[in-house]
């Protein structure tokens, strides 16, 4: 058995809001001791001064290629990408062909997940019948066979139908996320409003297509207890809206490329920037980055989103909206917000960990003895994004052929979990 001795590494513990130094001692890929009495011989001695230990990332909602369009992406190569990037909980949107809106779709994904991965993947069951937004599921049968809440990945302003659901899941205990995004407002928008855009001659998206709907759900919030996550918060005022009267129950997430890039950065016109919401003004992400800090934003979202080069290789406008992320987010993040002062360590590790677990009800990943559930994560060394170095099968990323600074240790427990090439 390899042992290591990690000397002076930096634990983060989200959870109990601790950031502190102290010598560590693997077991192979197992945390065998912290502030270790004695070490058996022949252990290696690492100085791990400059690293962080923290327990792993959970991820809100992502997407997945498989089934249907395993071209973009398939389980193995998805599993391979969240293990990479420190991401142990990936929670699934149902927007796969065919839709998870029926149990033996789930139990048939559930029977293509490799024993072996270090990720464990769990499901967001549709809300409506094909995602469609005209009919609900059987909600109690899909609670039933395991899924963690419910979320049709999309806009929903048939308000009749929203309130059904958010009554009838009242017993069931499980939690609804919502995008507040109206389609029809929308009016096939690309660009947030602003006069960036405007000069830019990319069409606008209203920052009321996100805010009318955001009342409606609050207000419907007001009138049930079921658990309502809002997903995808893009603006300034959507934060001031939230941070006035937040309903006991509704928590809320943003998608970690709004904490990076604005509208600004369209004028490469990169479709790789085409998201859905849009990107937003400086004063948006400003904002977005101080609602986290309040808490009014509880957590950041990867939203991964792999997509053919065809189908992002085109004009701005007419590309497909996402990008992926998993493999990308913990290191752009920490050298943005981290390393700029902007946010704490903890409240960066809260966010990608702490706070979805609770969002999604399972117990928040901590730092264990005799576990390989731990992230080994060194925030300066510097690597290209390149088909070589991820393990996604997608390329859909601004970060594509660009230098990052930071990744996990090489024998960090989940770095050889599924390498696919």
């Known amino acids: ?45 690492i100085d791990a001064s400059a690293w962080v230990l923290a327990p792993p990332l959970v991820d809100l909602y992502s997407h997945s290629g498989q089934p249907g369009y395993e071209a973009r992406e398939t389980l193995e190569t998805l599993l391979a990408a969240a293990a990479a990037g420190g991401v142990q909980h990936l929670t699934l949107l149902p927007t796969t062909n065919p839709v998870i809106d029926h149990p033996a779709v789930w139990q048939a ?56 659901a958010l009554t009838y899941l009242q017993p ?49 919030a007001r009138t049930v207890s079921t658990p309502i996550h809002l997903m995808r918060l893009s603006t300034a005022r959507s934060v001031e809206i939230l941070a006035k009267d937040k309903p006991e129950q509704v928590s809320a997430s943003v998608s970690w490329l709004h904490l990076l890039f604005t509208v600004e950065d369209l004028a490469s016109y990169d479709p790789h920037l085409r998201l859905d919401p849009p990107l937003g003004t400086a004063s948006d992400r400003q904002a977005l980055i101080e609602g986290l800090k309040t808490g009014v934003i509880e957590a950041i979202a990867i939203d991964h989103t792999p997509l053919l080069y065809e189908e992002k290789m085109v004009s701005f406008a007419e590309a497909l909206p996402g990008a992926i992320g998993l493999e990308l987010a913990l290191p752009a993040l920490w050298q943005e917000l981290v390393v700029n002062n902007t946010l704490s360590a903890l409240d960066l590790w809260h966010a990608l960990s702490t706070a979805p677990a609770r969002i999604l009800s399972i117990e928040p990943p901590r730092l264990e003895l005799n576990s390989r559930h731990f992230v080994l994560f060194d925030p300066n060394v510097t690597w290209t994004v390149t088909h070589q170095s991820l393990r996604s099968r997608a390329r859909n990323t601004p970060f594509w052929q660009h230098s990052l600074r930071g990744q996990l240790v090489p024998f960090s427990p989940s770095i050889n979990s599924g390498r696919t090439h």
């Open 109 to 164: 994904l559930q029977q293509e997940i490799p024993t072996t991965a270090w990720s464990q993947v769990r499901v967001w069951g549709a809300l409506t019948q094909g995602c469609q937004g005209t009919a609900l599921t059987d909600l109690a049968e899909l609670a039933a066979s395991g899924v963690v809440g419910f979320c049709d990945d999309r806009g929903l302003t048939h308000w009749p139908l929203v309130q059904r």
């Open 1 to 45: 058995m390899v042992w290591r001795l990690l000397q002076q590494v930096r634990l983060l513990d989200p959870v109990n809001r601790q950031d502190q130094r102290a010598d560590v001692l693997l077991a192979a890929d197992q945390l065998a001791a912290i502030a270790p009495q004695e070490v058996p011989p022949d252990t290696e001695v």
């Open 172 to 220: 069931l205990g499980k939690p609804v996320a919502l995008w507040p995004f109206d389609p029809a407002l929308a009016a096939n928008g690309v660009a947030r409003q602003s006069g960036v855009a405007t000069r830019l001659g990319l069409v606008e998206q209203l920052v009321c297509c996100e805010t009318i709907p955001l009342l409606a759900i609050l207000e419907l």
